[in-house]
């Protein structure tokens, strides 16, 4: 039974920082490709940032490069999202996704697993 789950959401107040975790297990992880993505209210859920399975490529949003960095611990099954310098429109809940597409997928459909979610507000 696959399972993901995010930690490290919060509160925190524009100009700062954060540092997602997600921990998976029950799959393969070495198999998977790993991304965020994150959903506001009232909005589609968007694509943040991927990470390719042997960590070799990571693609990124253009509403978040240069501010936020997709890593992946291999021997610990996680994968982090650095965010740094937030902005108010960062405020969403960001989820854990797993594919084991060989491509980088934007879309929602694309990604075959997925964490509960984890909430971050960024006060302005």
């Known amino acids: 039974q696959a399972q993901l789950v995010e930690s490290g959401g919060g509160l925190v107040q524009a100009g700062g920082s954060l540092r997602l975790s997600c921990a998976a297990s029950?799959?393969?992880?070495?198999?998977?490709?790993m991304g965020w993505f994150r959903q506001a209210p009232g909005k589609e859920r968007e694509f943040v940032a991927g990470?390719?399975?042997?960590?070799?490529?990571?693609s990124y949003a253009d509403s978040v490069k240069g501010r936020f960095t997709i890593s992946r611990d291999n021997a610990k099954n996680t994968v982090l999202l650095q965010m740094n310098s937030l902005k108010p429109d960062d405020t969403a809940v960001y989820y854990c996704?797993?594919?084991?597409?060989?491509?980088?997928?934007?879309?929602?459909?694309?990604?075959?697993?997925w964490g509960q979610g984890t909430q971050v507000t960024v006060s302005s």
């Open positions: 996704a797993a594919s084991i597409q060989s491509t980088m997928g934007t879309r929602q459909h694309e990604w075959s697993h």
């Open positions: 029950g799959l393969t992880f070495v198999a998977f490709n």
């Open positions: 990470v390719k399975w042997n960590g070799g490529a990571v």
